[in-house]
């Protein structure tokens, strides 16, 4: 089995066609992650926006042990972001485990996913933006779309830069 059937048999779907991004929810929880071929090592980096509401100690012990068996090469918490980096070259077929067991784990923990925006925790869904891959809620979608069109429907000044470039030109080379 490849390293991206095992990320689909898991449950994750492709952020986009040809991207390297992979997206998961569970309903309460979402993942999003990439895959990563380094010269001799295949890796599944997630990463998750949550808030740790108890028992975070048992989660810390779960990565721990995790990673004492190889299975995580490293993991990181700051804020309510956890990031794992998951060894798929030796442990790819116990991925799909793993990510059950990390589910219940969070679970467990009473972990909700938040929006990345403004810690909403209601239908949220993953968006893709020239920001890379947001967890987004309907309200925070929609002002990033409106941001967007802004941007992209906002006059060119050209005209005007060219002229002030071409006058700071003459002043200095007058001095």
């Known amino acids: 089995m ?3 059937s095992t990320l689909i048999s898991a449950g994750f779907r492709k952020a986009e066609e040809n991207s390297n991004d992979w997206v998961y ?6 993942f999003r ?7 001799n090592s295949e890796n599944f980096v997630f990463f998750i926006n949550l808030e740790i509401k108890e028992n975070k100690s048992e989660l810390l012990t779960f990565l721990d042990d995790a990673k004492a068996k190889g299975k995580i090469r490293e993991y990181g ?3 309510d972001n956890l990031s794992i980096t998951f060894n798929l070259n030796e442990y790819y077929s116990e991925f799909n485990s793993f990510v059950e067991s990390l589910i219940s784990m969070l679970k467990n923990c009473s972990c909700e996913s938040e929006c990345d925006t403004c810690n909403n925790k209601n239908f949220l869904n993953h968006y893709v933006s020239h920001e890379g891959i947001k967890l987004l809620c309907p309200d925070c979608a929609n002002a990033l779309e409106t941001k967007i069109q802004k941007e992209l429907t906002a006059p060119n000044n050209y005209g005007v830069g060219f002229f002030a470039a071409l006058l700071g ?5 007058a001095l």
């Open 77 to 79: 918490s700051t804020g």
């Open 169 to 173: 030109a003459l002043v200095c080379s």
């Open 2 to 4: 490849s390293n991206e």
């Open 33 to 39: 992650g990439y895959y990563q071929n380094l010269e």
């Open 25 to 30: 929810s569970s309903g309460i929880i979402f």
